[in-house]
């Protein structure tokens, strides 16, 4: 709400990482309705918070430090309710070959070949290339996204994700590149396709 | 050199995901970086693949 908003301009900050913040918890607990809850908690308890917050860390890296123990809360009641989350990955992996070989011809050509894409750097500072980015990672199959984001965002040992999951470590790699390689195809589609244009 | 044998674009990006995985050996890295050196649109891709691990570790901060 924007009068809300207004009254301490860090509300409306607190808001704009929702979506990460859900997805570090849809990362953790694989349950999107219960990571949504979660994080709803965790803003509210550091909405309360914010006045003590002094800047030391990120904003963001502040609500998530709020939001993992509001996670570990999560799974502990989940223990207690004895609910088994049966690790299935809704998505086959297959193997590297056959992501090669959406790419490429028989010839071992690019079906699509890459063109350069336009100081990317710079787009890192933009707002707008985050929000395509965040949409990009939202259209990645559950299990690609939340390998992806525990691997590339959090910097997670794979062997430990793969774990997790309860999916082999090749598999486990072969979903990361996947997910590499479609995000990719959705940046360049809706991020750079636009700025090369001018670019080059 | 030994054995010549055509090496493709499809190997070079193999290997730019293998690198992901695991330190590639000397054989490996050299006909990649001969391979990047010559082919654009796969420099191309080693660079965007590289930005896009760069832009997710940034994302969390
Ligand atoms: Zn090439």
Redesign the interface.
Known sequence: MPNDATRDPRHAEIESHRG?LVRYALAKLRDRELSEEVVQEALLAALEALPGFRGDA?L??WL?SILRFKIADAQRERVREREVFAATSDEPGGD?ES??DA??GP????RE?????AD??A??EQQRF?EV?ERCLDRLPATGGRV?FQR????EE?KRICETENITEANC?VI??RA?MS??TC??ANWFAGETADGR | MGAEREFRCREAVRLLLLAFERALTDDEERDLKGHLAACGHCDNYDRQLRFLSAAASRFAR
């Open positions: 990460y990120s963001r890296t998530t590297l992501l090669l790419a490429f010839n071992g050509e690019w070949p890459p063109a350069a894409w990317p750097h787009s890192l985050w980015f992806f590339e965002v959090l910097g794979t790699w990361v590149h590499r995000l990719r940046l360049e």
